[in-house]
């Protein structure tokens, strides 16, 4: 069994839909799809979510009707069978009035959640019908039946094995549809798996079923060694481990979502990313195995905000850490960067929702200061300390104000903090320092 997730854009238009059908008849093996929204779709439904807390009737009236001709577009030009598209519609308007009566409700967040996971909903239902139509028998078994993660940062493989296998009953469907994103708390009620979220579903998914692999199919050919939104010359990583691939995500690679290899870290269930323009490319493939050591990608994760604590009461002090840090659980704020002097320590965070209250506890015993607008570019391959090759990045130091490095927190990943304004330049450097071959010595 395999797990294939196809994402926002690869479901995101008729022509992409119809490139999916060819990529799933062509994989042999019984399989499970996770699908995104179509691009845009969840965007919309935020939207929503708003205007429906202000009771903004005409704004809910313009975005369901804009929603609801969006699909039926979609209906339209890749349904052939006329009965099928009236079937199709018909449930489509369904739908329509579930999230217009959604709107109506008292705000809630179960409300919230539901109201913008109907992008994944209305896209599976269009899509299951679709290939049914074109004879790829399918079975649409709907997420909020099976996902059942109490706690999204470690989420109960065993739970959602269990609850899967009471929906398959006896039948073992080869090909079933599902949506990402969507879930159920620990209440039970409707919630999500944050933005992005499906890559994760996906990986949950995996793990459940023990698959062979799971394939994120998404709109690039695997994962960059440097950000190519920024960067020319970027190329994709063949293979990349556990460990890389979380490194590489949680710090601002895009294209996955951070916490997507947890779940099959421990089953060693391997994870492609490929590629749905180009199926026959490669891509990555995340898995224990070490093909090479060294030096291997850098990623950029924006919005950081640095604080400076400092006391002379640190001056050999113990415990004075311990009391920073107690601050922070305290408000489930989690620390990503950290450094230290005799007298203060400074560090990063990038959840500012209780930054004031910190600000507040901590300003009676040191002083505080906090900046913004920093971002944290990461430097990540296995070993990549001991790799000659990654020393020439300190040359950054001549051209760049870098406020924080941590080096040796572990051996596979060297961080440095800079200014937002500086992200794209430091980037293109280490990226001539790094990657490219000795063009400087040969000219
Ligand atoms: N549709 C959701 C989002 O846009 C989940 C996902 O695409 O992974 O965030
Ligand atoms: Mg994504």
């Known amino acids: 069994m395999k797990v294939l997730k196809f994402g926002g854009t690869s479901v995101g238009s008729v022509k992409n839909l119809q490139r999916i059908k060819d990529i799933l008849t062509i994989e042999k093996d019984d399989k499970i799809v996770v699908c995104s929204a179509m691009s845009g779709v969840t965007d919309i439904l935020v939207k929503l979510t708003q205007y429906a807390r202000l009771k ?120 079933i549809i599902t949506q990402g994103f969507v879930c159920r708390d620990h209440l039970g009620q409707i919630s999500t798996l944050k933005r992005g979220g499906s890559d994760y579903t996906a990986t949950i998914i995996g793990a459940a079923v023990n698959a062979s692999e799971v394939q994120i199919w998404t709109d690039i050919d695997g994962l960059h060694n440097n950000d190519p939104r920024y960067v020319d010359d970027t190329n994709p990583i063949a293979h990349l481990t556990y460990n890389e691939a979380a490194e590489l995500a949680y710090f601002g690679a895009k294209i996955l979502h951070p916490q997507t290899v947890s779940p099959v870290v421990d089953k060693d269930i391997p994870v492609l990313l490929k590629n749905t323009f180009d199926p026959g490319a490669t891509g990555t493939v995340i898995s224990d195995r070490v093909h090479q050591k060294g030096l291997k990608a850098i990623s950029a994760k924006d919005n950081i905000t640095a604080i400076k604590i400092k006391s002379n009461r640190m001056l050999m002090a113990h415990g004075y850490l311990k009391q920073i840090f107690e601050v922070f659980d305290r408000y489930a704020t989690s620390i990503d960067m950290i450094t230290t002097s005799e007298i203060a320590i400074s560090l990063t965070i990038d959840n500012t929702e209780f930054l004031d209250q910190i600000v507040a506890e901590i300003e009676t015993y040191a002083e505080i200061t906090v900046e913004e607008q920093y971002s944290i570019i990461c430097i990540v391959g296995e070993s990549v300390i001991k790799d000659q090759k990654s020393y020439k990045l300190f040359e950054i130091l001549n051209h760049i104000s870098v406020r924080m490095i941590s080096y040796g927190g572990s051996d596979n990943n060297i961080s440095l903090l800079v200014p937002t304004k500086d992200k794209i330049a430091t980037l293109r450097f280490l990226n001539k320092k790094l990657f490219q071959k000795e063009k400087e010595t040969v000219l």
């Not at 009707?65 to 308007?93: A, F, G, P, W």
């Not at 004879?135 to 493989?157: C, H, Q, R, W, Y």
């Open 56 to 175: 903004d009737d005409e704004g809910v009236n313009t975005i369901t009707s804009q929603l609801e001709t969006k699909h039926r577009e979609v209906i339209d030009s890749l349904i052939k069978d006329e009965s099928v598209k009236m079937e199709l519609y018909d449930h489509l308007s369904f739908m329509i009035n579930e999230i217009f009566d959604l709107c109506h409700r008292q705000f809630s967040e179960s409300i919230e959640a539901q109201i913008v996971t109907y992008g994944e909903t209305l896209l599976t239902y269009i899509f299951s019908g679709y290939l049914n139509a074109e004879g790829v028998v399918n079975t649409l078994v709907p997420a909020k039946d099976f996902m059942f993660v109490e706690n999204t940062d470690s989420p109960n493989i065993n739970l959602v094995a269990q609850r899967f296998k009471k929906i398959l009953k006896s039948e073992e469907p080869s090909l």
